[in-house]
């Protein structure tokens, strides 16, 4: 399912939604991956939004029982469906709980939300709580698995001091990133 989403297979995904239909799943577990593939296909859709499926997805997103990469992926990927201020409070409450995971995977993803947060941040130009994300990327020690994660903290954190304080000399900083 997920490659699908990556690869941009509309027509994988909807078979996808068949093999689920036609598993032996119980109905609980049907409902929740043909709601993921449901997200995954609104995600490939943004100019034809359905907002019952993005209410749906945002109702159900963390109804799925355990942090798993089907879950990272859906919310990390549908964090638009959220206002800056609910995408703020969730990555606080998922940072705060999983970092002091050593999983590599986890580190990745709990920096691919902070990202996240810190790009909305700079489409709506609010930049009072990220703070605390820049902090969490400062506080993990930089390895090569992580070089690529941390570099575009560091980008994106001199990219807002330019946006805050037009600090040309931040903008050299993100040419020199």
Known sequence: MEEAYYYVDKDKLKKVKLMITESELS???????????????????????????REEIKKKIFEIPKFNSTKFMLY??????YSLANNEAIVRKIIEKYQVR???LVKKSLFSLAINVLVLSIEENK?????????FANKVPTNPDLFFYKSAMTFFTYFIQYKKNQDKSALQYCDTI
Do not use: H, T
């Open 27 to 53: 109905e609980k577990d049907k409902e929740i991956q043909n709601l993921i593939a449901d997200g995954l296909l609104e995600l490939l859709n943004p100019d034809k939004s359905d907002q019952k499926i």
């Open 76 to 81: 990390c990927n549908s964090m638009r469906f």
């Open 102 to 104: 050593e999983s590599m």
């Open 127 to 135: 930049f009072e709580n990220i703070d605390f994300y820049i902090d």
